[in-house]
């Protein structure tokens, strides 16, 4: 595997694949010494055009626990305001060292297109591309479900709630294809204005309501961010309405049972699409997704970067 | 002098065609030695109703004399040049500037088209008459690339155009429908992320514009449609009597929303690519009559304003050196069609809809404007390379039959596939 751009990139077998060298580097990361030699003398660079502390920080200490070096690009900073195009800035990049390129853009297909039009040979690992897709969240999201429901090496049997904002979440739909690709039973409910057309064609019932999604006793909720930036513009959104129609609220997880795993990708709006209650909740999944974050960007890392699985 | 020999025409019949002096002279059985044309396909030469030049303005990526080279590749002995330019040709001044640079190209015949309205902006109509009475002779206006949005400004341009019998071709896009949209919208934009392109957007438009026709009594012609609603609605506007015609591009023939899965700007064309079900709607549209012709949308834009992110691409493909061997693809080699409707669809219903009388015909006494084509021979994207700019989006494809020679004004521009550089 030479990039990391879309969901699409996997089959069952090499993800399934990736799951299990992100579960075994997670050991490592329990243990004493954190860090491996595997990606020594090779140069990482995290190019983001986007604000995102928490997966820029991910991938860095990924990295670092295999050794590399690490360069931080921040190109909202610099070349985008001089007007330098993005295949230039790859161009410099890769002549500064780089190996792989982690990119985070505004615009959905940044990733591919840096990892298929020639600009660079650099392996390209897509860390979010406008509303396209956010692979190593998904695999994040995919390792945490596998552990907590015991299922085996895939996610066969297991039935998946995302809710929310579906028409601009890029790990939405990088989940729906990675965990229908792995077996689960992906269900989808959000506000009709922010369910994209088409997107049952993906892998994914549609719920017109979340309580009517719930009543299916799904295994894992998964809360997506409410993008107040975006939906603002949108004269008609109230958060009132959000909450009482879209949010993770008390009464809602009283229906969950015992054993429903809560994510959220974060960062979280308490209070808007996941009440305080939810988001502490034993139930809660968020801070173990942070972890497994951590083992499978290293995993995804390994793979492009050594052309091997760790197992 | 040139004589063609053994030439099948359209109507079946095999005849020697006399070209002298620039004319057609003779058409029946020849006794003179001449080129020998067995197996090929005589056809009044190509026109295309629709074709982006870019000069003045954007000479990098096309001028009047490269498009007219890839013109002349494709067999086309006309084609009608689209007015945004920079300067845009909402004047008479701009007009005869492309005008007599075809005519100094000399390859084929550049028909300006008109701007509606001044610098393409939609708020106030261009000076329609002047254009009309310059040396270019204008007939068909159109501030393609953007709509004609404004209710009343369409019907003005209709009624200024009806005073000397010119016609107004719509790019239907209704721009309210479509802000920031990036293809065609449905489950692919969905996963791409991508924002979609509504069928609504370009339908209603046409629907709207029909009616305008219909009350003003004047001529419409819809640009590139993509949309099988959009057949129903001039299906529906023609059986009204409305003086409505239709063209459809190539690639909307060929191409499907698919390709933009590969996020290659190459596939980025306004209006976008749709669906498999479209392709066969557009094409029965084209065998029954309901669209009129093929217009290519040749759009070249040069390397830099492909080569980058695809929302920050420009719009639009190559199609001129393409246009008649997908057109032999969909049309005959699928047997939905015969030569004669080939030969309608390519040259004689868009040199009627642009006013062009000497195109259109093979006729003794008129101006020998003849294409050859060849069924049999295959051609590759590589060889189609006479367009100053390159983005071509059948890289990769072969097809079956090309254009074998083109002859304008009496000339040859091709022969043998090769295209003449100089007059
Ligand atoms: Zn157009």
Sequence with gaps: MKHLISIRDLSRGSAVALLDSAQQLSQVNQRAVKSLPALRGKTVVNLFYENSTRTRISFEIAAKRLSADVINFDAQASSISKGESLKDTAQTLEALGAAAIIVRHPMSGAAHALANRGWVSASIINAGDGRHEHPTQALLDALTIRQLKLSGSDLTGVKVLIVGDLDHSRVARSNILLLSLLGATVSVAGPAELVPEGIAAMGAKVYKSFDEALAEQPDVVMMLRVQLERMQKNEDFTTRDYVKNWSLDQARLGQLGKETVIMHPGPMNRGLEISNQAANDPRSAVLRQVENGLAVRMAVLHRVLSGEVTN | MIILKNLTLSDGSIQDIRIDAGQIVEIGRIADSGTDCTDLIGLSGF?????????????????????????????????????????????????????????????????????????????????????????????????????????????????????????????????????????????????????????????????????????????????????????????????????????????????????????????????????????????????????????????????????????????????????????????????????????????????????LNNHGFIKVGDQANITVFNPHERIGVAEMNQSKSNNNPYLGLEFIGRVQHTIYQGQYTMIDQLVRDQK
Aim: include cysteine.
């Design chain 2, 47 to 355: 026109v295309d109703p629709h074709t982006h030049l870019r000069e003045p303005g954007f000479e990098a990526s096309e001028t009047v004399f490269s498009g007219s080279k890839a013109a002349a590749a494709g067999g086309y002995t006309a084609i009608c040049a689209m007015a945004n330019t920079e300067p845009v040709a909402d004047n008479s001044t701009v007009i005869e500037r492309v005008y007599d640079a075809g005519t100094e190209a000399g390859l084929c015949f550049v028909q300006p088209i008109g701007a509606v309205t001044k610098g393409l902006k939609g708020l106030e109509l261009a000076n329609i008459q002047d254009m009309s009475r310059s040396r270019a002779k204008v007939a068909m206006f159109s501030d393609d690339g953007m709509c004609v949005h404004d209710e009343n400004l369409m019907r003005q341009a209709l009624l200024e155009v009806k005073k000397f019998g010119g016609v107004v071709a719509q790019h239907a896009q209704e721009p309210s429908l479509t802000i920031g949209a990036q293809m065609n919208q449905g489950a692919v934009a969905t996963e791409l992320g991508l924002t979609g392109w509504p069928a609504i957007a370009e339908e209603q438009i046409i629907a709207r514009d029909a009616q305008l026709a219909e009350e003003t009594g004047s001529r419409l012609h819809i640009c590139h449609l993509t949309t099988g609603g959009g057949v129903e609605v001039v299906r529906w506007a023609k059986a009204k009597g409305i003086q409505i015609t239709a063209e459809v591009t190539p690639h909307h023939l060929l191409l499907t929303e698919d390709l933009v899965r590969t996020y290659d700007p190459v596939y980025k064309v306004n209006p976008p690519l749709r669906t498999a079900d479209d392709n066969r709607a557009l094409l029965a549209g084209l065998v029954d009559g309901t669209i009129d012709m093929l217009g290519t949308d040749h759009a070249p834009h040069s390397g830099e304003k492909k080569d980058c992110e695809w929302e920050n691409a420009a719009f639009g493909m190559l199609g001129l050196e393409s246009a008649a061997s997908i057109l032999h693809q969909v049309l005959i080699q699928s047997g939905a069609g015969d030569w004669a409707l080939f030969e309608n669809i390519i040259s004689k219903r868009p040199a009627k809809l642009a006013g």
